[in-house]
């Protein structure tokens, strides 16, 4: 007795019909059809087995219905693009929805790399520096005047260059006698210590910490030979701060301070 070969489904005959193999189990054409086909999006039709199934992200066209959704164009072997679940061709899609590089004024075709900033778009190798016209990529740039410009260009054209190391000043500085100075470069000509923020003075136009200005250049107390930089009394021939009132005191009980010395202004 012949072994029966029959549909997995229906359970008719196979016997010198086509059919398919699912998981092993044998259908005939139209029960796999109606079981397992995919429907075609254009057209709403099963995608029958001897049809050629094309799929996109879970989605199911007919050879012949797998076109553009505005040209009607075939996509079959073709780059498309996806808007609002419709596909388009690239041209289609360029004309359509595409940004125009601010320089060239050309498409920018989708798959390809474009530059944004404030609205505006540029093929990569359209956004370019504007002074030496090297394309800026991802590295920082500043814009000026409508321009953009790489930071080395913008630093040699339009930076303030430091009086003290005439390199360019980016950020912050200080101006001291009306001349541009880095932070760091600002410094006590004695002692190097930064001088912004600090209280400083000046002798022959070089900028002096009040420290080192005192130890440098003021004259010194006669009783206790530290620098006077307040109010001081002279007596004679010698200068006297603060200090000297208590000598006063100690020496000369009798005598009023007023008739011994004169208290002069720094």
């Given at each position: ?45 099963p995608?029958?087995?001897?049809c ?5 992200k ?35 899609y ?24 404030k ?29 953009n410009?790489c ?9 303030m ?7 360019a000043i980016?950020t912050?500085?200080v ?88 208290e002069?202004?720094?």
């Amino acid at each position: 007795m012949t072994e029966r070969f029959d549909c997995h489904y229906c359970k008719e005959s196979l016997f010198g019909k086509k059919y398919i193999l699912k998981e092993d189990s044998p259908f005939c054409v139209k029960c796999y059809e109606n079981l397992y086909s995919n429907t075609c999006e254009e057209c709403k039709k099963p995608i029958g087995a001897d049809c050629k199934d094309l799929s996109y992200k879970d989605r199911h066209w007919h050879e012949t219905c797998f076109h553009c959704f505005q040209c009607k164009n075939s996509l079959v072997d073709k780059p498309f693009a996806a808007k609002e679940e419709h596909l388009i061709c690239t041209d289609c899609y360029s004309n359509e929805y595409s940004s125009k590089c601010n320089e060239c004024k050309k498409t920018i075709m989708p798959g390809t790399r474009k530059m944004e900033y404030k609205g505006n778009s540029w093929h990569e190798t359209c956004f370019i520096c504007y002074r030496c016209q090297q394309p800026i990529g991802t590295k920082s740039f500043i814009p000026k005047d409508n321009q953009n410009f790489c930071v080395p260009c913008y630093e040699k054209q339009f930076a303030m260059q430091c009086v003290q190391c005439k390199k360019a000043i980016t950020t912050g500085g200080v101006t001291y006698r009306e001349q541009p100075w880095h932070k760091e470069c600002f410094v006590c000509t004695a002692c190097k210590k930064q001088l912004s923020g600090q209280r400083f003075t000046s002798r022959d136009e070089f900028a002096y910490c009040l420290s080192c200005f005192c130890n440098l250049y003021a004259k010194k107390c006669a009783g206790c030979t530290n620098p006077i930089s307040g109010r001081s009394l002279v007596a004679g021939a010698f200068t006297f701060c603060g200090c000297f009132v208590c000598w006063v005191a100690t020496k000369c009980k009798t005598k009023k301070k007023s008739d011994l010395v004169q208290e002069m202004p720094n």
